[in-house]
């Protein structure tokens, strides 16, 4: 709501989460992605390479799609799960990058 407030920058948020199993690391929103590697990233720091990552419409599709990515996780006391919601400012005007934000859980 706040975010819809500000007209002079425009807001993204996308949302990833993965699933590490036996130290083995799988996309939880395309189980097909298995065997991901984490690496460090210049800006976003760690990082699962190759994860698929969605972009967040409206405040109810971000709780369908948390509930989606955990929903699909094993339940096992050797597994592990991270969703990481990004969120991203840019001004209207330039289209320069003015903020970014990750919270992972």
Known sequence: EACSKQVDRLFFLRI???EIVNEEVRD???????NLKIVEHMFKGPCVAG????VIS???STRE??????SGRTTSSRSHAIVRITV???EVEDGEQGGLATVTD
Do not use: N, Q, Y
Request: net charge negative; proline share 4%; glycine share 4%.
């Open 16 to 18: 990833e989460g993965c």
């Open 28 to 34: 939880l929103f395309s189980p097909e992605l298995t």
């Open 51 to 54: 994860i698929s990552e969605h």
């Open 58 to 60: 409206k405040a109810e």
């Open 65 to 70: 799609m948390l509930h989606s990515v955990l």
């Open 88 to 90: 991203e400012s840019r």
